[in-house]
């Protein structure tokens, strides 16, 4: 039987480089662009044990959404992870915060960052 | 929480118009089980699951995903699944569902197809032979 081993998120954005910069200085992850001495038109990104794919289309915006839900915004990712207390407090004068963190009704520690490119990203502990 | 921090995973989130029928979708073809919020329909949130992997849906009322896939060469994708024996999953699903580019193996290695979903998301499948 086939089996699903783990999922990477992928991103379209304009600008693959400034991408990978922006997450290796703010959120940890290690970055890699390909073809490696042209215009990069793919990139991975990893940390711990996630990736993130970038795509690049050039001049892509990507459209704001968040606020077409009700009850909540919309989200493009969702980081499980341990430590977010700590993580918290390093990241939040340093990147956009749509929500601080604050104890979900379903009991979880979260707080939604946006990237530079408009993307929605939680991150989240069990409580 | 004094943990050092560190990510144990990530949940691509898509924005739909109808969970319900995702979920549905996703359970059919893929084998996903699903944990939807409420209980009852209609849903605004769900989790889906399947052995390593979640992927969480969001409701926006008359959501269209735009179409995305022809403004790169190679395509645009949502998501990349890893898995083992693709070949089998491609043979039992390639003729219930959209396939984007049929199983072949790539110039890195990897035998790969690719799938959209009822709401128009790219999905990758993807296993490196060892």
Redesign the interface.
Same mark, same amino acid.
């Given at each position: 039987?086939?089996?699903?081993?783990?999922?990477?998120?992928?991103f379209?954005v304009a600008d693959i480089a400034q991408t990978l910069r922006w997450y290796e200085e703010h959120l940890?992850f290690t970055g890699y662009g390909y073809p490696p001495d042209e215009l990069y038109?793919?990139g991975i990104m990893i940390?711990?044990?996630?990736?993130?794919?970038l795509?690049?289309?050039g001049d =892509?915006q990507k459209?704001d959404?968040y606020d077409?839900?009700d009850?909540?915004g919309?989200?493009?990712? =969702?980081?499980?992870?341990?430590?977010?207390?700590?993580?918290y407090e390093?990241v939040r004068d340093q990147v956009e915060i749509m929500r601080p963190l604050e104890k979900a009704f379903y009991g979880a520690?979260q707080f939604e960052v946006r990237d530079l490119n408009g993307y929605v990203i939680?991150f989240s502990?069990p409580g | 929480?004094?943990?050092?921090?560190?990510?144990?995973?990530?949940?691509?989130?898509f924005?739909v118009a109808d969970v319900g029928a995702t979920m549905n979708w996703y359970q059919t073809h893929l084998g996903f089980s699903s944990d939807p919020f409420p209980a009852q329909e209609p849903y605004?949130f769900a989790i889906l699951f399947?052995?390593?992997?979640?992927?969480?849906l969001?409701?926006?009322?008359n959501?269209q995903k735009?179409e995305?896939y022809t403004?790169?060469?190679?395509g645009?994708?949502?998501?990349?699944?890893?898995?083992?024996?693709?070949k089998?999953?491609y043979d039992?699903i390639k003729d219930e569902v959209t396939i984007i580019k049929p199983l072949r193996q790539q110039p890195y290695g990897a035998w790969e197809f690719e799938v959209k979903d009822p709401n128009g998301y790219v999905l990758?499948f993807s296993e490196i032979n060892q």
């Open positions: 039987m086939p089996e699903l081993k783990s999922l990477a998120s992928c379209p940890g038109t793919f940390r711990d044990d996630i990736e993130i794919m795509q690049r289309i =892509y459209p959404l077409l839900r009850g909540g919309v989200w493009d990712a =969702y980081i499980r992870m341990q430590g977010i207390k700590e993580f390093t520690w939680v502990e | 929480m004094d943990k050092m921090p560190e990510y144990s995973s990530i949940v691509p989130v924005s605004l399947s052995d390593h992997i979640e992927i969480m969001q409701r926006v009322q959501y735009p995305t403004l790169r060469a190679g645009v994708w949502d998501a990349y699944i890893r898995l083992s024996q693709v089998e999953l039992a990758v």
